[in-house]
């Protein structure tokens, strides 16, 4: 907000060269970006504490879905490399498409951000011996201590170590991501070593579960 303030303050009180001013209204529009995504998330927690969060559970062609998510996350990191193996003959996955949508790219999006020094992400989906559909976000990055892993997915939790000091994040995402996958009668676990990466597994009913229609 402060940046907001201060660069549109300067623009309205001087008369700067034009690569100047676009510059300070790039810095605008990115900081007020990333206050919306934090409103976004609050207005999130608050839906899912307060129990007033509808999903609305159906068949989804999990590729397809996969296929939209990469798109428009990598759409903001074009040089980096996603590897994405999908199971032939992958039963559709019984989610919420708008939150899958989001607990996916949360996924990819952080396995993308905690690997600052690069690395391919690999995406899997394969099926359990229960019926299932197991989706795999690996990365080569940061890492996570076994400190941290116990608190990850709990609210306005960040891991702090000296390499993540200039990642920025609100300690939201992990916690919507469990609430929206829990809600989809999913779960989710992490197992990771430090200085070599992470892998984050989510886990849905596959079509042969059937149609359901929760509202909590």
């Not at 008369?15 to 995504?37: F, H, K, T, Y």
């Not at 939201?172 to 597994?201: A, Q």
């Amino acid at each position: 907000m402060t940046a907001i303030l201060g660069f549109s303050e300067l623009l309205l009180m001087r008369d700067v060269p034009e690569e100047l001013r676009r510059e300070w209204l790039q810095a605008i529009n990115s900081d007020g970006r990333r206050m919306a995504a934090i409103i976004e998330s609050l207005l999130n927690v608050s839906t899912i504490q307060s129990g007033r969060l509808e999903v609305v559970l159906e068949p989804l062609d999990l590729e397809a879905v996969l296929d939209g998510v990469i798109t428009s996350v990598a759409a903001g990191a074009p040089e980096r490399r996603i590897v994405v193996d999908v199971a032939a003959g992958l039963p559709a996955v019984v989610a919420d498409s708008g939150k899958l949508v989001e607990v996916l790219s949360n996924l990819v999006g952080n396995a993308l951000k905690y690997s600052p020094a690069g690395g391919a992400v690999s995406i899997e989906a394969r099926t359990d011996g229960d019926g299932r559909v197991v989706v795999s976000v690996t990365d080569e990055g940061l890492g996570i201590a076994a400190s941290d892993i116990e608190q990850l997915f709990t609210s306005f939790h960040r891991v702090r170590r000296p390499e993540t000091v200039a990642i920025r994040g609100t300690g939201l995402g992990l916690y919507i991501v469990k609430s929206l996958v829990e809600m989809m009668n999913g779960t989710i676990d992490v197992c990771s070593e430090l200085n070599v990466g992470s892998t984050f597994r989510v886990t849905f009913p596959a079509e042969a579960v059937g149609r359901f229609r929760l509202a909590s």
